[in-house]
Nanobody, 121 residues
């Protein structure tokens, strides 16, 4: 069982930066791949980025490549999403997720409660 708690969201002007954190409780954090997803107003949840168990492999949605960076610190049981050059279209609730290699990302096993990111124009 893993509990995920996101933090770091807020209101920022276009072009600004935010760093989201996802703190995980429970055992064997390092055995889970981690990811970030987001849901904008009136839209479905979309993939943002994932990172593998060791942190050596990352994947990004085209919409955030070059602007967002995912990382993890297994010693702190935490995954991060550094966001720069934020755009109004980045406005969404951002969710942290954890999954295993067996289940994959189609149906992540664990989800956080979400943190609101609002980017003003």
């Amino acid at each position: 069982q893993v509990q995920l708690v996101e933090s770091g969201g807020g209101l920022v002007q276009a072009g600004g930066s935010l760093r989201l954190s996802c703190a995980a409780s429970g055992r064997t954090f390092s055995t889970y791949a981690m990811g970030w997803f987001r849901q904008a107003p009136g839209k479905g949840r979309e993939f943002v980025s994932t990172i593998n168990l060791s942190g050596g492999s990352t994947v990004y949605a085209d919409s955030v490549k070059g602007r967002f960076t995912i990382s993890r610190d297994n010693a702190k049981n935490t995954v991060y999403l550094q966001m720069i050059s934020l755009k109004p279209e980045d406005t969404a609730v951002y969710y942290c997720a954890a999954t295993t290699s067996d289940t994959g990302w189609a149906n992540p096993r664990y989800w956080g409660q979400g943190t609101q990111v609002t980017v003003s124009s």
